[in-house]
């Protein structure tokens, strides 16, 4: 008996001292899972935290395209009431028009260098001071020649702001969602093309004298809000590094990165692009510009995708469309002030809209796909804009206002889908840190003189061969735009910009239109 109730003592022990165990190791299991979650709640929270960040500072940062939207949107309707009240010639509003692109020329080619020496931030300030000013002149204006001075300051601080808006969004962005966030100054250009329609419909009827000027003023405030983002937004990090200022640097990659190790991939990424330490060497004493203007053949290739695509952006004729949207409605045969007007917000409306679709689809199926739907799709509503006013000549006057309208909304919203952001996103891109600031500089420089070249030169033009017959050789130039993108521009989409960098070295990369073809037939798919 002895034995026995030893024994079941010692095995009652031994189920003790397991239970004890398991119930040691259940609480020890248990205290790791709620470590894990703690640990998971706050890198979801810190994930949060950091795309509103992000997302805040590149909303704040595109207000300085705004400014270029609203400019192109108000003129449209402005410029009939400044022809009343200044009585000004048809060739000095196409100057007016046409001159704030060309100007605006000179302050991109200074934002570059400027944005290299006082910082990314610091310039986006001088911006709009310079912006501010013009505007303010312009209001007051009495005089043709006080209207351009305004016109010149203004078209300068537009220059620095167009230039810098989507470099910096570019270089605090994430690589996941840098698609996104660099098409969004596209975003808020067509918001500015918007608003400046809406402003000349509710003021138009104001005094001849008083209601251009207001319509004018209000795009001061945008400029004004800018001034406040300063005070929120980073300087660039890639800026710190090439300044030496890496602790700086790094601390700003840590706002704007989800996790450390990722900021720290990217930290030394940029480090080795901007060419510290050792790979300094590697360039010597050559100045940026002189490798640019005897640019190696990766440069080469980066420099004609970059400015190419700039250059078609414009030369399809969207600003035409967006500051002669009354006159291209009135060829077609519609009447009055009111409904021109009314028209221009309809298409504001249709432009500012599809610009989502872009923002949307552009990290999901990529650069490319979107581009030959919107060069393609560019080609047929320009096409068919000129057919329609060609009906007029042919007199079937009742359809012409209809189908005017409707190709015009086409028109911009197939650009607002591809090349309109994607433009901007793919200068950003694919340039290498050293040469990143001055020859997105290079490529806004082709984009505004484009721009000019077409404002300044459609109504004398439209007068030659018509309205429809421009709007023909915009078709054209559309469909070459198809042939550019198809040839010289790579799918970008989900690399660092570093990675990027490696798509030029090897002309053979540059293959692949077959896939991107083939992911266009996916995408209209899904679309419809």
């Not at 800018?226 to 790094?250: C, H, K, T």
Request: hydrophobic fraction near 50%; charged fraction near 20%; glycine fraction near 10%.
């Amino acid at each position: 008996m002895g034995l026995v109730g030893a024994g079941e003592k010692e095995r009652a022990d031994s189920l003790k001292g397991m239970n004890e165990y398991k119930r040691v190791g259940s609480e020890v299991e248990g205290d790791d899972f709620d470590n894990d979650l703690v640990h998971y709640q706050r890198q979801l929270e810190r994930r949060k935290s950091t795309r509103r960040y992000v997302f805040a500072c590149a909303v704040f940062v595109s207000l300085n395209t705004v400014l270029l939207g609203y400019d192109g949107g108000v003129m449209s309707g402005a410029i009939i009431f400044i022809e009343e009240d200044l009585r000004i010639t048809e060739v000095q509003i196409e100057v007016l028009v046409g001159c704030l692109s060309i100007i605006s020329l000179f302050g991109s080619i200074a934002g570059g260098r400027t944005s290299d020496i006082i910082g990314r931030k610091w310039t986006m300030a001088l911006a709009a001071v310079v912006f501010q000013v013009g505007v303010a002149v312009m209001t007051f204006a009495d005089s043709f020649r006080a209207l351009m001075i305004g016109r010149l300051l203004a078209g300068v601080g537009m220059g620095f702001g167009g230039m810098i808006t989507p470099l910096y969004i570019a270089e605090i962005s994430p690589t996941i969602s840098w698609g996104t966030l660099t098409s969004f100054p596209e975003i808020f250009v067509n918001l500015g093309i918007l608003l400046g329609y809406i402003s000349n419909y509710v003021f138009a009827g104001l005094s001849v004298h008083i209601n251009w000027r207001v319509m004018l003023g209000i795009g001061i405030l945008p400029s004004v809000f800018i001034g406040f983002a300063l005070f929120v937004i980073p300087e660039s990090p890639r800026w710190l590094v090439m300044q030496n200022r890496v602790d700086e640097a790094r601390l700003v990659l840590l706002k704007t990165h989800e996790d450390e190790r990722e900021a720290e991939e990217r930290l030394a990424e940029i480090q080795l692009a901007a060419g510290t330490g050792n790979n300094a060497r590697k360039y010597g004493e050559k100045a940026v510009w002189q490798e640019l203007l005897c640019p190696s053949p990766p440069l080469r290739r980066m420099l004609i995708t970059g400015i190419g695509i700039q250059c078609f952006q414009q030369i399809t004729g969207i600003d035409a469309a967006v500051i002669y949207s009354p006159e291209i409605f009135k060829d077609a045969g519609m009447k009055g002030n009111s409904n021109l007007l009314a028209a221009t917000v309809a298409v504001g409306v249709t432009k500012t809209s599809f610009i989502l679709v872009a923002i949307f689809l552009i990290d999901k199926v990529g650069r490319k796909p979107l581009l030959y739907v919107s060069t393609i799709g560019m080609t047929a509503c320009l096409f068919s804009v000129g057919i329609s006013l060609s009906l007029l000549k042919e007199g079937v006057a009742g359809a012409a206002p209809l189908l005017a309208i409707l190709s015009v909304c086409g028109y911009v919203a197939f650009f607002s889908v591809g090349i309109g952001p994607i433009c901007w996103v793919v200068s950003s891109e694919i340039f290498p840190l050293r040469y990143r600031a001055q020859a997105a500089a290079l490529g806004a420089v082709g984009n505004r003189v484009c721009s000019g070249l077409i404002s300044m030169s459609f109504l004398s033009v439209s007068r030659a061969i018509t309205v429809g017959g421009t709007f023909f050789v915009f078709a054209a130039m559309s469909a070459a735009s198809v042939a550019f993108v198809y040839a010289l521009v790579p799918e970008t989409r989900g690399k660092s910009l570093e990675q990027i960098e490696s798509l030029f070295q090897d002309p053979r990369d540059w293959k692949g239109s077959q896939v991107e073809m083939e992911d266009v037939e996916h995408l209209v798919e899904k679309v419809t």
